[in-house]
């Protein structure tokens, strides 16, 4: 996520024409938009980090179902 934030910060100061930016070539912003692409649909994908945070909101969910059924049995 930070770096989708980076490349719309970048953007945007690239657009506008905002102090150094200004002269900043666009071909860097598109690297890393086809970066963050590769990044998000192979790399993430092949280190199992996807599954990883799946994961971790599952067993958030099933945390909280069991602290409201133990709730309710008081």
Do not use: T
């Not at 506008?16 to 666009?26: C, G, N, P």
């Not at 649909?41 to 980090?49: A, D, R, S």
């Amino acid at each position: 996520m930070p770096l989708i934030l980076l490349i719309a910060a970048l953007c945007g100061l690239r657009f506008f024409e905002v102090w150094r930016f200004a002269d900043l070539s666009w071909w860097y912003i598109v690297g890393l938009m086809v970066f963050a692409f590769i990044w998000f649909e192979f790399i993430e994908k092949l280190l199992g980090l996807d599954k990883k945070k799946e994961h971790n909101v599952q067993s958030k969910h099933r945390a909280a179902r069991v602290k409201q059924a133990f709730d309710k049995r008081r």
